[in-house]
């Protein structure tokens, strides 16, 4: 069996294939165009596929385990025989119990979705209670390393540690079943050691956030646990996303063999480790290559911070900092970026070659390593702009009060109680991306273009008027992705062609390039908009995508601070505000759904950040007049972690998710005494089912029972734009139905 670790590795690679291969498979077994079998197969090729390139970057050690058909969360509940009684009473397949766990079915909503830390991948909320019965289910994981070794590959299998995987669990007091929880992964590891299996990986990022006493504690004991078992694989412990702080000691204190922590985004973990004293023989998994963002290494930074680790442990690798789940596949694939962009950055098969290369400076000392990069071209710097910025003052950032801002929007827009509306995105039909392609291929000129985009618009306008919501939207038929649909009209970002990261289950994104100073060039959106309205005398929404949520679904330049960034587009967006408000629109949205999600992870460093992710979107919305109604947008996150900044946003309505969690969002906002209107979505878009109209009556009373009426707005969760207008129409017919009935009492 082999027992070295070797020099380098990775924690996880991307698994939804160079040209989302996975999400065409699951999405045609879905739609039944593809048999099970011919899934697996897919996602067979696309494992091999993997394990071959990091055996040809040459990585001393590779993971296995990390494939998923959903989602890593989701696949840890399975193996751990964790599937709720109302998945497993439905009578399904194994497959397909699994996907109606990830996606809900007719009788039973989804698990709840919610972010993966401060990440864009959402992740599935496992359901634990006091009567969960947990059995080890080792036969994916088994599975998948014997996949490898007929390749010739010896893998390490990957699972979600049990402590991190109860602590983002839900229901009773999750954490209190720990000690349950570590009999049935000593029952795993037995399994895998049986197999022959020298590793296996177990992550505990939930320990870079902040933890208490007990918690830590669990941890420590847990560990002891599983070191000891005399029948076991060895144990790499996997943190990244931050700094272990106090959870470190906890863990050397074990008798596990490696540890692993992040030294880009948790730089402070090196001078932790210098603090400790003796390691114990244990191997230090040093994370020198940043797995979230696309630059390029300064390598011989990295090298000093590895060497500094190397003096310290008896044996050091090299790894990315997290898993490389969070970039794109492959650089090589970006035939029109600009090539001194492109000279500056990495993406997952580039990473490895870093690793590699650190790996070898580390413990031969003599690599040469590439030249530094010369400065940024002068063009990406934008004067007139940072002028601007530093001309701004407090007003620039506040606008009236609330209460006389209401009583104008209310006058002007003539609103009943409980208006229904929608987040903004109506169907991508297949007709939509084709319209697209062939415009972006040049078989379809602009004047067709435009034609058809106008078509799908006065569509949706009629589709809405026949429906009765009283806010209509114009559907975002131009828009190919919230960001990178505005990333394509200002200066200061570059967008990529192949640069498809997972964000959930088949929802993959293109998350555009920050690279020098962000500037508008010409309005964005007010064509469509004014179009839209031209249609209706209903107010029609102008949508905007806000400031953090552009840097947080954005690879962002790593030169400047990110408040400096953030106010750049949010001084864009706020030419766009006044531009829509000025052409006649008077209700403008701007979306927010990543402010919880990239909220630090320690108490620390939050307020700092909040501040100035709170200024952005102010500076972005307090352009406009008073009776111009402000939306805003927040979905799949724990907010009640947020609420006060949510609160601080003084949006004039914020809608946000909260059928899969159940409107607990009310209660955190009632705690605060939040006064504006509000949103809470009463039906999941994230899942296929329509919901029963006493679904979403129930929903919208509960809302009611916490929030004023006048004060109340009636939305689905999120946008449509991955929904089928079959399903549209059906779940819209019942919440304006629901709204109408609660209206009358």
């Given at each position: 069996?082999?027992?070295?670790?070797?020099?380098?590795?990775?924690?996880?690679?991307?698994r939804?294939?160079?040209?989302?291969?996975?999400?065409?498979?699951?999405?045609?077994?879905?739609?039944?165009?593809?048999?099970?079998?011919?899934?697996?197969?897919?996602?067979a090729e696309?494992?091999?596929?993997v394990?071959?390139?990091?055996?040809d970057?040459?990585?001393?050690?590779?993971?296995?385990?990390?494939?998923?058909?959903?989602?890593?969360?989701l696949?840890?509940?399975?193996?751990?025989?964790?599937?709720?009684?109302?998945?497993?009473?439905?009578?399904?397949?194994?497959?397909?119990?699994?996907?109606?766990?990830?996606?809900g079915?007719?009788?039973?909503?989804?698990?709840?979705?919610?972010?993966?830390?401060?990440?864009?991948?959402?992740?599935?909320?496992?359901?634990?209670?006091?009567?969960?019965?947990?059995?080890?289910?080792?036969?994916?994981?088994?599975?998948?390393?014997?996949?490898?070794?007929?390749?010739?590959?010896?893998?390490?299998?990957?699972?979600?540690?049990?402590?991190?995987?109860?602590?983002?669990?839900?229901?009773?007091?999750?954490?209190?079943?720990?000690?349950?929880l570590?009999d049935?992964?000593a029952d795993?590891?037995?399994?895998?050691?049986?197999a022959?299996?020298?590793?296996?990986?177990?992550?505990?990022?939930?320990y870079?956030?902040?933890?208490?006493?007990?918690?830590?504690?669990?941890?420590?004991r847990?560990?002891?646990?599983l070191?000891?078992?005399p029948?076991?694989?060895?144990?790499?412990?996997?943190?990244?996303?931050?700094?272990?702080?106090?959870?470190?000691?906890?863990?050397?204190?074990?008798?596990?063999?490696?540890?692993?922590?992040?030294?880009?985004?948790?730089?402070?973990?090196?001078?932790?480790?210098?603090?400790v004293?003796?390691?114990?023989?244990?191997?230090?998994?040093?994370?020198?290559?940043?797995?979230?963002?696309?630059?390029?290494?300064?390598?011989?930074?990295?090298?000093?911070?590895?060497?500094?680790?190397?003096?310290?442990?008896?044996?050091?690798?090299?790894?990315?900092?997290?898993?490389?789940?969070?970039?794109p596949?492959?650089?090589?694939?970006?035939?029109h970026?600009?090539?001194?962009?492109s000279?500056?950055?990495?993406?997952?098969?580039?990473?490895?070659d870093?690793?590699?290369?650190?790996?070898?400076?580390?413990?031969?000392?003599?690599?040469?390593?590439?030249?530094?990069?010369?400065?940024?071209?002068a063009?990406?710097?934008?004067?007139?702009?940072?002028?601007?910025?530093?001309?701004?003052?407090?007003?620039?950032?506040?606008?009236?009060?609330?209460?006389?801002?209401?009583?104008?929007?209310?006058?002007?827009?003539?609103?009943?109680?409980?208006?229904?509306?929608?987040?903004g995105?109506?169907?991508?039909?297949?007709?939509?991306?084709?319209?697209?392609?062939?415009?972006?291929?040049?078989?379809?000129?602009?004047?067709?273009?435009?034609?058809?985009?106008?078509?799908?618009?006065a569509?949706?306008?009629?589709?809405?008027?026949n429906?009765?919501?009283?806010?209509?939207?114009?559907?975002?038929?131009?828009?190919?992705?919230?960001?990178?649909?505005?990333?394509?009209?200002?200066?200061?970002f570059?967008?990529?062609?192949?640069?498809?990261?997972?964000?959930?289950?088949?929802?993959?994104?293109r998350?555009?390039v920050?690279?020098?100073?962000?500037?508008?060039?010409?309005?964005?959106t007010?064509?469509?908009?004014?179009?839209?309205?031209?249609?209706?005398?209903?107010?029609?929404?102008?949508?905007?995508?806000?400031?953090?949520?552009?840097?947080?679904?954005?690879?962002?330049?790593?030169?400047?601070?990110?408040?400096?960034?953030?106010?750049?587009?949010?001084?864009?967006?706020?030419?766009e505000c006044?531009?829509?408000?000025?052409?006649?629109?008077?209700?403008?949205?701007?979306?927010?759904?990543?402010?919880?999600e990239?909220?630090?992870?320690?108490?620390?460093?939050q307020?700092?950040?909040?501040?100035?992710?709170?200024?952005a979107?102010?500076?972005a919305?307090?352009?406009?007049?008073?009776?111009?109604?402000?939306h805003?947008h927040?979905?799949?996150?724990?907010?009640?972690?947020?609420?006060?900044?949510?609160?601080?946003?003084?949006?004039?309505v914020?809608?946000?998710?909260?059928s899969?969690?159940?409107?607990?969002i009310?209660?955190?906002?009632?705690?605060?005494?939040?006064?504006?209107?509000?949103g809470?979505?009463?039906?999941?878009?994230?899942s296929?089912?329509v919901?029963?109209?006493?679904?979403?009556?129930?929903?919208?009373?509960r809302?009611?029972?916490?929030?004023?009426?006048?004060?109340?707005?009636?939305?689905?969760?999120?946008?449509?734009?991955?929904?089928?207008?079959?399903?549209?129409?059906?779940?819209?017919?019942?919440?304006?139905a629901?709204?109408?009935?609660?209206?009358?009492?």
């Open positions: 069996m082999t027992t070295s670790f070797g020099q380098s590795t990775v924690p996880g690679y991307p939804i294939g160079a040209r989302r291969e996975l999400k065409k498979a699951v999405e045609a077994y879905w739609a039944g165009t593809l048999d099970a079998a011919g899934l697996h197969e897919t996602a696309l494992r091999a596929q394990w071959r390139t990091l055996r970057a040459r990585l001393d050690a590779i993971p296995s385990n990390t494939f998923s058909y959903y989602d890593q969360m696949d840890t509940a399975v193996a751990l025989g964790a599937v709720p009684h109302r998945f497993a009473r439905l009578g399904l397949d194994e497959l397909d119990t699994y996907f109606a766990m990830a996606r079915v007719d009788t039973e909503p989804a698990l709840e979705l919610t972010k993966w830390f401060d990440t864009n991948y959402h992740y599935l909320v496992p359901e634990i209670d006091p009567d969960t019965s947990f059995t080890a289910r080792p036969a994916k994981a088994l599975s998948e390393y014997a996949e490898a070794r007929t390749l010739g590959i010896t893998t390490r299998p990957v699972l979600i540690g049990p402590a991190t995987f109860l602590l983002l669990a839900k229901g009773v007091d999750p954490f209190a079943r720990l000690d349950d570590v049935t992964y795993l590891l037995a399994a895998l050691a049986g022959g299996v020298p590793w296996v990986q177990l992550d505990e990022p939930a870079v956030a902040d933890r208490a006493a007990a918690e830590i504690d669990g941890l420590h847990a560990y002891r646990r070191g000891d078992l029948n076991r694989p060895r144990i790499f412990v996997a943190t990244y996303f931050g700094e272990l702080a106090d959870a470190l000691p906890a863990l050397l204190d074990t008798p596990v063999d490696a540890i692993g922590v992040d030294l880009v985004a948790g730089p402070g973990n090196l001078e932790r480790l210098a603090g004293g003796p390691l114990g023989g244990k191997t230090i998994v040093a994370g020198l290559v940043d797995g979230r963002n696309i630059w390029r290494t300064d390598l011989r930074t990295a090298v000093a911070a590895g060497a500094t680790v190397a003096a310290l442990a008896d044996h050091v690798a090299v790894s990315t900092s997290c898993s490389l789940l969070h970039v596949v492959d650089l090589a694939a970006e035939t970026l600009d090539p001194r962009l000279a500056r950055l990495a993406f997952a098969r580039q990473k490895l870093e690793v590699v290369l650190l790996g070898r400076a580390l413990r031969d000392g003599t690599t040469v390593l590439p030249a530094p990069l010369p400065a940024a071209p063009s990406w710097r934008h004067d007139e702009i940072r002028g601007r910025l530093a001309a701004l003052r407090p007003d620039d950032r506040s606008r009236g009060t609330y209460p006389d801002r209401a009583a104008r929007q209310q006058h002007r827009l003539a609103l009943p109680a409980l208006p229904t509306t929608t987040i995105s109506f169907p991508q039909t297949p007709e939509l991306r084709a319209a697209r392609a062939a415009h972006r291929a040049g078989t379809l000129d602009d004047a067709g273009y435009t034609a058809r985009m106008r078509a799908e618009v569509h949706v306008i009629q589709l809405q008027e429906l009765g919501l009283d806010v209509l939207v114009h559907g975002e038929p131009e828009r190919n992705d919230m960001v990178q649909y505005f990333a394509e009209q200002l200066d200061g570059a967008a990529t062609d192949h640069g498809w990261v997972q964000s959930y289950g088949t929802r993959c994104v998350p555009p920050i690279h020098g100073d962000v500037a508008r060039r010409a309005p964005m007010v064509a469509w908009s004014t179009y839209a309205q031209s249609l209706t005398s209903k107010p029609v929404k102008g949508m905007l995508t806000g400031p953090v949520t552009i840097l947080a679904w954005s690879f962002v330049r790593d030169d400047q601070p990110l408040a400096a960034t953030a106010d750049q587009v949010a001084l864009a967006l706020r030419d006044r531009d829509l408000e000025a052409a006649g629109i008077r209700v403008i949205q701007v979306d927010e759904p990543a402010l919880r990239t909220l630090p992870l320690r108490r620390a460093h307020q700092t950040y909040l501040d100035w992710a709170v200024g979107f102010r500076l919305t307090s352009g406009v007049a008073d009776d111009t109604q402000i805003t927040l979905c799949y996150s724990e907010f009640g972690e947020v609420i006060a900044a949510i609160d601080a946003l003084d949006a004039d914020t809608s946000i998710e909260a899969r969690s159940k409107m607990e009310l209660d955190d906002l009632a705690t605060i005494g939040y006064h504006r209107g509000v809470p979505g009463v039906w999941d878009i994230h296929p089912r919901p029963p109209h006493d679904e979403v009556a129930d929903a919208l009373r809302a009611v029972a916490a929030v004023p009426a006048h004060r109340l707005w009636v939305n689905p969760d999120c946008g449509l734009k991955t929904r089928a207008y079959p399903e549209v129409e059906a779940s819209l017919r019942r919440l304006v629901a709204a109408a009935e609660v209206r009358q009492g």
